[in-house]
C-alpha cells in the first residue's frame, strides 16, 4: 500500500486525508496539539461556490467542481454542521436586482457553523478518519524535506519518516516554510496578489434588507468600475460587527472586523478590496501592499485612520468633530481623523468612491455622507508553489494544497484542493 505523508491538519490535509484514506497508508503531521488550522479559529462562514475563497475552476470544469463542494458539504454536515437552507429565489431576485444597477451579485450557497461548533466538527472528523485508519502526529513540526530516488524523506522534531507521496498543506501560517523548502527543491513560485482596500462601516439598518430579507449573510457584490474599468468587491460582512485593528507583521497593522454572538453592535462593517495584480518591473505584490499599508500607519500616527465618505468626497481630511456628525458611531476607537487618499494610491481612492456610488443602487445609504471608511484593510495572500491541474508539483511525488501553497483563501477551497491533490495521487497509484 502507498504511503502518503501530509503536512498540515487544516481543512486541506483533512480533506486529503479523507480521500486517500481508502487506498493509502495516510499519517498527518501537524505542529500543533489540536486539527483544524486556522479554519478552527474562524466562525466558519462556508461558501460553497468556486470562486469564493479561491479558483477551483483553474483545476477543474464547473460542473466537478460544484460536486467536490457538495461533498465537502456533505463531510461537514455528517461531522455535526447543520445545514442553513438558503433562499435561493430571493438570491436569484438580488441578483438581477444588482444586474440592473450594473453590479455582479454572486449567489451562494452559504453556511455558518458558528466558533463555538467549529471544535466539535472538527474532533468528529478526526474520530472519523481515524476509524478509517488515518494516524495523526500532532505535536510534530516537519523541519525539512528531500525526494530521493521516488521516496520522499521528511526531517520532525520528533524523528525521520518515509513514503512513497506527500501533500504539503501548512498553511499561511506555513507558507514561509514552504517558500524555504520550494527554493531548496528547485520547485517553480510566483507572487499571488494582494488586495488592497478599505472596511466600511454602516448602520445595521443599511444592510438589514440584504442581509435579513434576502437571507444572505456575507454578499458577494462584485463592482466594476467606470474610470479605471477595476473589480471593486464586497468581502467579510459583518452584522452587529466590530471593527477591529490587525497586525499583519510585527510592526505593520491595518483593520479587519468581526461579529460576535453575545457582543453586538449598532453597525455592520464590510471591506472593499481591489485585486492587484503586478508584473514589471515589480511583481513582488507584498512589498506593494506592505510600502502602502506602512505609509497609512505613519500618516495615522500609528493608529489606522478613519474618514467619513463625506469628507474624503469633499478632498479635506476627518476630524473628530467631523467624524461626530455622522449618524454612525465607529466601533474602532483607537484611530486617526485624517484623509485616505493621503495615504493611499490614487486608483484605490478613486475605485472605492466610485463602488460605493454604484452600490447606493442596492443598497441605499451604503455610500451615504456619514459612511465610515477604514485604512489600510490589506489581504495578503501566500506565493502560489506552480503545479499541474492535480497540483503535482515539478517532483512528481510532492503536491501541494491549501492556503500555504497560494491555491485558496477560505475553508472550503482549501479542502476541495485537498481532495484535488488526493484524487491525483490515486490516479497514479491506480
Ligand atoms: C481569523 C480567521 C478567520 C477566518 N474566517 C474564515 C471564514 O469564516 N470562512 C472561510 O472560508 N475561511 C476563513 N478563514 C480562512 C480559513 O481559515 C483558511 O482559508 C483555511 O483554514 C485554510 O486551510 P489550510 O488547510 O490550507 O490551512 P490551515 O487551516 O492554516 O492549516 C494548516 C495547518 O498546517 C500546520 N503546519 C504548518 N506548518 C507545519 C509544519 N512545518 N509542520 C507541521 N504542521 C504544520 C498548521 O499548524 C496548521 O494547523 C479565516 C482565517 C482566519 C485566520
Known amino acids: 500500500m502507498a504511503k502518503v505523508l501530509i503536512v498540515g491538519a487544516g ?47 483553474e483545476f477543474l470544469s464547473e460542473e466537478n467542481a460544484f460536486k467536490i463542494l457538495e461533498e465537502i458539504k456533505q463531510t461537514f454536515k455528517e461531522c455535526g454542521m447543520k445545514e442553513v437552507e438558503n433562499d435561493w429565489e430571493k438570491l436569484i431576485e438580488l441578483e438581477r436586482r444588482a444586474t440592473t444597477a450594473g453590479i455582479k451579485f454572486i449567489p451562494i450557497r452559504q453556511n455558518h457553523v458558528g466558533s463555538d461548533y467549529l471544535p466539535k466538527v472538527m474532533n468528529n472528523f478526526k474520530t472519523n478518519l481515524e476509524k478509517k485508519g488515518v494516524k495523526f502526529k500532532l505535536n510534530t513540526k516537519v523541519l525539512d524535506l528531500d525526494s530521493k530516488n521516488g521516496k520522499i524523506i521528511v526531517k520532525t522534531d520528533k524523528g525521520n519518516e518515509e513514503a512513497n507521496y506527500i501533500i504539503l498543506a501548512p498553511g499561511r501560517v506555513g507558507s514561509l516554510w514552504l517558500i524555504e523548502m520550494a527554493k531548496k527543491l528547485g520547485l517553480g513560485m510566483r507572487f499571488s496578489p494582494v488586495d488592497i482596500g478599505v472596511r466600511v462601516e454602516v448602520l445595521n439598518d443599511v444592510m438589514k434588507e440584504i442581509i435579513h430579507d ?14 479605471y474599468d477595476d473589480d471593486v468587491r464586497t468581502f467579510c460582512v459583518c452584522p452587529y460587527g466590530f471593527v477591529v485593528k490587525e497586525f499583519y507583521e510585527e510592526d505593520i497593522f491595518g483593520v479587519n472586523g468581526h461579529s ?26 507584498t512589498e506593494y501592499g506592505r510600502s502602502i499599508a506602512r505609509q497609512t500607519n505613519t500618516l495615522g500616527g500609528s493608529k489606522p485612520i478613519i474618514q467619513r465618505v463625506r469628507d474624503l468626497r469633499m478632498s479635506r481630511r476627518s476630524t473628530w468633530e467631523r467624524i461626530g456628525k455622522s449618524y454612525v458611531e465607529p466601533t474602532l476607537k483607537d484611530v486617526t481623523p485624517g484623509d485616505i487618499s493621503m495615504a493611499y494610491p ?16 442596492v443598497i441605499p445609504g451604503v455610500g451615504s455622507d456619514s459612511t465610515l471608511l477604514y485604512a489600510p484593510e490589506i489581504k495578503f495572500y501566500s506565493m ?47
Open 11 to 57: 481543512p486541506a490535509g483533512l480533506f486529503a486525508a479523507q480521500k486517500l484514506a481508502d487506498s493509502c497508508d495516510v499519517t498527518i503531521i501537524e505542529q500543533k496539539s489540536y486539527i483544524g488550522g486556522a479554519g478552527l479559529y474562524s466562525d466558519g462562514k462556508m461558501n460553497f461556490h468556486p470562486q469564493i475563497g479561491g479558483n477551483l475552476l
Open 214 to 227: 434576502y437571507q444572505c449573510w456575507d454578499p458577494k457584490f462584485h463592482i466594476r468600475t467606470q474610470h
Open 260 to 285: 460576535m454572538k453575545d457582543k453586538k453592535s449598532n453597525n455592520c462593517n464590510f471591506a472593499l478590496l481591489i485585486r492587484t495584480e503586478l508584473t514589471q518591473p515589480l511583481e513582488n505584490t
Open 346 to 361: 490614487y486608483r484605490i481612492v478613486i475605485n472605492v468612491l466610485e463602488a460605493l456610488d454604484k452600490l447606493e443602487k
Open 384 to 430: 502560489r508553489i506552480e503545479t499541474n491541474k492535480i497540483l503535482q508539483t515539478a517532483i512528481p511525488n510532492i503536491f501541494v494544497a491549501g492556503d500555504g501553497a497560494g491555491v485558496s483563501r477560505g475553508i472550503t477551497i482549501a479542502a476541495a484542493t485537498g481532495m484535488i491533490a488526493a484524487n491525483g495521487i490515486k490516479n497514479l497509484i491506480k
